[in-house]
């Protein structure tokens, strides 16, 4: 079949607990799999899917379940509404059944006396924007409750900083115990220190040292290792985290071992490698903390360019040009652009000529000609020439 001549739509979606190119490279697969899709790629960084696919041939549903059938999470997000117009509990009955009408939407949950509505849903599968219209359809007026940027927080920073944070954690507590771990371990082995050593406490005794050390890291400061390993195992596609769990796991297993059946090996081979397990989940820990440390100040970088995204847009709509948030705005509407103003999303040029300035996102210090059926980007100044574009990207 011809891709190119099937009813493409373009679907971007958040998923949790990627780690690796193995990770991506494993949702790609399954995403690739589905009837439909025609390309689908995956950003380890933004831990977002951009996927393409034929509407007639797959739903958005169906995506969210591959992306789960590779052991990932598709997270899932909330948004308040001012509902106005209500006076029944049938007309609570009506404003849920029509948000929940939607693909992407889990649940709904309305109040009468406060008119308002607190609603989960999939981000990427659908957008508050759409439930606000839909419930609207109904009959009644919603909006979404937007906290103040002053007093709220963007809900992508927190996920960093929390991930930031719950590393930082485990890596502090991992390093406190494996530091101990291995100077004990390497003790043993320092000739003059090692006679030393085995004068202070018994062989044994050092042994049952190390694993007091030891299980702290293996299952607490590493526990999410043993957590997603065993998710990918589950799932016949292990990465990473299966082969530190397993790695860190045998030698801890053999280690225990040791310590409590000497007997069960041959005379002197009864050893302990318990700094091992320990080094091997401190030393990923770390990666992963420097790892999520660039993530975070990505995302910084990304959110002030975010940042020069015009609040408001004119917009035509039946006709009528009128003034909206950009964020209720939609693919395919016609904005309105006059000179000297920044432009408020990604799209093409359907009327007029201008020179554009696009230094923020390529660093050409002189202006840009663009034309009808030009591409423009979000963000860019607009020169002395009115433009109608239709927005391609939000």
């Given at each position: 079949?011809?891709?190119?001549?099937?009813?493409?739509?373009?679907?971007?979606?958040?998923?949790?607990?990627?780690?690796?190119?193995?990770?991506?490279?494993?949702?790609?697969?399954?995403?690739?799999?589905?009837?439909?899709?025609?390309?689908?790629?995956?950003?380890?960084?933004?831990?977002?899917?951009?996927?393409?696919?034929?509407?007639?041939?797959?739903?958005?549903?169906?995506?969210?379940?591959?992306?789960?059938?590779?052991?990932?999470?598709?997270?899932?997000?909330?948004?308040?509404?001012?509902?106005?117009?209500?006076?029944?509990?049938?007309?609570?009955?009506?404003?849920?059944?029509?948000?929940?009408?939607?693909?992407?939407?889990?649940?709904?949950?309305?109040?009468?006396?406060?008119?308002?509505?607190?609603?989960?849903?999939?981000?990427?599968?659908?957008?508050?924007?759409?439930?606000?219209?839909?419930?609207?359809?109904?009959?009644?007026?919603?909006?979404?409750?937007?906290?103040?940027?002053?007093?709220?927080?963007?809900?992508?920073?927190?996920?960093?900083?929390?991930?930031?944070?719950?590393?930082?954690?485990?890596?502090?507590?991992?390093?406190?115990?494996?530091?101990?771990?291995?100077?004990?371990?390497?003790?043993?082995?320092?000739?003059?220190?090692?006679?030393?050593?085995?004068?202070?406490?018994?062989?044994?005794?050092?042994?049952?040292?190390?694993?007091?050390?030891?299980?702290?890291?293996?299952?607490?400061?590493?526990?999410?290792?043993?957590?997603?390993?065993?998710?990918?195992?589950?799932?016949?596609?292990?990465?990473?985290?299966?082969?530190?769990?397993?790695?860190?796991?045998?030698?801890?297993?053999?280690?225990?071992?040791?310590?409590?059946?000497?007997?069960?090996?041959?005379?002197?081979?009864?050893?302990?490698?318990?700094?091992?397990?320990?080094?091997?989940?401190?030393?990923?820990?770390?990666?992963?903390?420097?790892?999520?440390?660039?993530?975070g100040r990505t995302s910084a970088a990304i959110?002030?360019?975010?940042?020069?995204q015009v609040p408001m847009a004119r917009v035509?709509?039946?006709?009528?040009?009128?003034?909206?948030?950009?964020?209720?705005?939609?693919?395919?509407?016609?904005?309105?652009?006059?000179?000297?103003?920044?432009?408020?999303?990604?799209?093409?040029?359907?009327?007029?000529?201008?020179?554009?300035?696009?230094?923020?996102?390529?660093?050409?210090?002189?202006?840009?000609?663009?034309?009808?059926?030009?591409?423009?980007?979000?963000?860019?100044?607009?020169?002395?020439?009115?433009?109608?574009?239709?927005?391609?990207?939000?």
């Open positions: 079949m011809d891709k190119t001549a099937l009813a493409e739509n373009q679907l971007t979606i958040s998923i949790e607990g990627m780690s690796c190119a193995g990770c991506v490279s494993r949702v790609e697969t399954a995403l690739a799999a589905v009837d439909g899709v025609s390309n689908a790629e995956v950003n380890l960084a933004t831990k977002r899917a951009n996927i393409t696919y034929d509407t007639s041939a797959t739903q958005p549903a169906a995506l969210v379940n591959a992306i789960s059938s590779t052991g990932f999470e598709v997270p899932a997000e909330t948004a308040d509404f001012n509902i106005e117009g209500m006076s029944c509990a049938g007309c609570v009955s009506r404003a849920e059944k029509a948000a929940l009408a939607l693909d992407g939407v889990i649940t709904s949950e309305i109040n009468l006396a406060l008119h308002r509505g607190h609603i989960t849903y999939t981000p990427g599968l659908v957008t508050p924007v759409e439930i606000a219209r839909a419930v609207t359809d109904a009959g009644y007026t919603a909006s979404e409750i937007k906290l103040d940027d002053a007093i709220g927080h963007d809900r992508e920073q927190r996920a960093r900083e929390k991930e930031t944070d719950t590393l930082r954690r485990a890596l502090m507590l991992a390093l406190v115990f494996t530091a101990p771990l291995v100077a004990i371990a390497m003790g043993r082995m320092i000739n003059g220190l090692d006679a030393a050593m085995l004068g202070l406490l018994p062989e044994r005794s050092w042994m049952a040292a190390e694993w007091l050390l030891a299980t702290p890291v293996l299952f607490y400061a590493g526990r999410h290792f043993h957590k997603a390993g065993w998710s990918e195992i589950k799932h016949f596609s292990p990465g990473m985290n299966a082969l530190v769990m397993i790695g860190a796991g045998a030698a801890y297993g053999y280690s225990v071992l040791a310590l409590a059946a000497p007997g069960l090996f041959p005379a002197g081979t009864a050893v302990a490698y318990f700094e091992a397990a320990g080094v091997i989940v401190t030393l990923i820990l770390f990666g992963r903390y420097l790892e999520a440390l660039a993530k959110r002030k360019l975010m940042g020069l035509e709509r039946d006709g009528v040009i009128s003034e909206v948030p950009a964020g209720e705005l939609a693919i395919g509407e016609r904005v309105l652009v006059r000179p000297g103003e920044r432009l408020p999303v990604d799209g093409i040029i359907l009327e007029g000529t201008s020179f554009i300035d696009e230094s923020m996102i390529s660093g050409e210090p002189l202006p840009v000609e663009k034309t009808t059926d030009s591409e423009v980007i979000g963000g860019t100044v607009n020169g002395n020439g009115a433009l109608t574009i239709s927005i391609s990207r939000i």
